[in-house]
């Protein structure tokens, strides 16, 4: 009963979560994290042990509270005092872009954008069916449809040398499959984020050692969230 009552509670906490990221969602992108400040760690979107199996609260519980928060800290450490401590998230990464002497920023804020879009690229195990205006895109832009999409994505996914990230993307009125190391997003050129997945070491190895690969199946599989994908895509 108690562990009813705390699952029904988690829920509720997490649909109202979904519902906020929706709805934000809907001023276009990426209002998940234009306005948010670097100083407000945004909250994750379910309950720390809403994606398991696949992913477990042990790893939500470091990935979100020492990795994710850590480069939220450094950036507060780091901006505190200048102007950038006045920016949102993304025009402090956009403005921190390619320059030398700011190095650290980028890499601390462009993490905490990184990381909040990955969150929120995932959703619990859902028997939903992909948005329309997505499942169109997806055909109409990877040969072999959602197949074709599965495999560039998990190649990118695998193909990443070290640390960074697999994304879809969208460009030019098509979706296409990047990846980007480190810190590296596409928020700094002209393609649209619409799903990223973290290859980082941190992102899998408690649950999955070193097969990355079956990490990214898993989630790939199980966890992505397509709604928030078909909010980010460009409105027409
Ligand atoms: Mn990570």
């Known amino acids: 009963m108690i562990d009813h009552m705390s699952d029904r509670r988690s829920f509720v906490k997490t ?7 929706l709805a934000a969602n809907d001023a276009g992108f990426p209002a998940i994290a234009k306005g948010a400040s670097p100083m407000i760690l945004p909250p994750l979107p379910w309950a720390d042990n809403a994606l398991e199996p696949v992913i477990s609260k042990t790893t939500i519980g470091f990935h979100y509270g020492k990795h994710h928060k850590t480069y939220f800290d450094n950036l507060g450490g780091l901006v505190a ?30 993490q905490v954008w990184n990381h ?16 329309k205006e997505i ?13 074709g999409f599965k495999k560039e994505f998990s190649g990118a996914a ?17 979706l296409k499959v990047v990846k980007t190391p480190n810190a590296e997003s596409p928020l700094t050129t002209s393609a649209t984020p619409l799903l990223t997945l973290d ?7 408690l649950d999955y050692q070193n ?8 989630v790939i599989d199980n966890l992505l969230n397509w709604e928030f994908a078909a909010n980010n895509l460009p409105k027409a």
């Not at 401590?85 to 872009?97: E, N, Y």
């Not at 909040?116 to 948005?131: G, V």
């Not at 097969?211 to 898993?218: F, V």
């Open 81 to 110: 005092g200048k102007p950038e401590a006045d920016l949102d998230l993304v025009a402090i990464v956009k403005g921190a872009a390619g320059k030398a002497d700011k190095t650290a920023i980028f890499n601390n804020a462009a």
């Open 158 to 174: 695998m193909g990443q040398f070290g640390s960074g990230w697999a994304w879809l993307v969208a460009e030019g009125g098509k």
């Open 116 to 131: 909040t879009f990955y969150w929120n690229s995932l959703r619990p195990k859902s028997d939903a069916k992909m948005p």
């Open 199 to 205: 290859v980082w070491e941190h992102a899998y190895y």
């Open 135 to 147: 499942a169109d895109k997806i055909d109409a832009s990877f040969e072999g449809g959602y197949e």
């Open 15 to 21: 649909a109202a979560l979904a519902a906020a990221v």
């Open 211 to 218: 097969r990355r690969k079956d990490y990214a199946a898993a």
